[in-house]
């Protein structure tokens, strides 16, 4: 099954699907789209030897379908099958998400449906919260609010701050994101199967 990975920044869990996605596993990586040129995961993709592009926003802007065309036009001529949005930072379009519904994932760095958006950490600590995690769901035309697949947990320690607890999350989200995508392109491939 043919995968794709979209970002915006680091990629880190971007490197954690892509070296999952390797031997008897039935998906592989073949595209990193980024909506910007300046996402320092576009370069480790390369090193890994995948096909990565940019369909920079700041050329489309405020073009957003136009974008999201430019954006379906890349997953079309790579016959991609699953999209894993990886610290994406555009809110697709319910038009493109209608085209895509079922088969796009998100990791997102809180316990949803708590802190959809932004800033989830801060909020959590804010809150007096003990326990902050991450969620894998598939994503609907609402931010943040599609049916979670599994989710990841962290104590919040005392006197922790956004970036420390960002931190341990994101340990979480690279044991949890390819774990869910290896058992989801199962489920899908059974599925088709039947
Ligand atoms: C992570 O916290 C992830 O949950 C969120 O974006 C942050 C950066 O992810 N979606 P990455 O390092 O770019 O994969």
């Not at 979670?148 to 956004?162: F, K, S, T």
Request: with cysteine; charged share 20%; net charge neutral.
């Amino acid at each position: 099954m043919n995968v794709a990975i979209l970002i915006s920044g680091s990629g880190s869990n971007m490197l954690s699907l892509i070296d999952d996605m390797t031997g008897p596993h039935p998906g592989r990586v073949r595209l990193v789209l980024s909506n910007t040129p300046k996402a320092a995961g576009i370069s480790k993709a390369v090193a890994r030897g995948i096909t990565a592009k940019v369909v920079d926003y700041q050329t489309y802007k405020p073009n957003i379908s136009a974008f999201e065309q430019a954006l379906q036009n890349q997953l079309e001529a790579h016959k991609i099958d699953l999209i894993c949005l990886a610290g994406f930072m555009h809110i697709l379009g319910s038009n493109f998400i209608a085209s895509w519904k079922g088969r796009i994932l998100n990791i997102h760095p809180s316990l949803l449906p708590k802190y959809k958006g932004l800033d989830t950490h801060q909020r959590a600590i804010d809150a007096g919260d003990y326990i902050a995690g991450c969620t894998v769901h598939e994503v609907v035309t609402e931010l943040d609010s599609g049916r979670i697949l599994a989710q990841g947990y962290v104590n919040i320690l005392p006197d922790e701050d956004a970036l420390s607890l960002a931190a341990r999350v994101l340990v979480q989200e690279h044991l949890l994101y390819p774990k869910v995508v290896r058992e989801f392109i199962d489920n899908l491939l059974n599925k088709i199967s039947q």
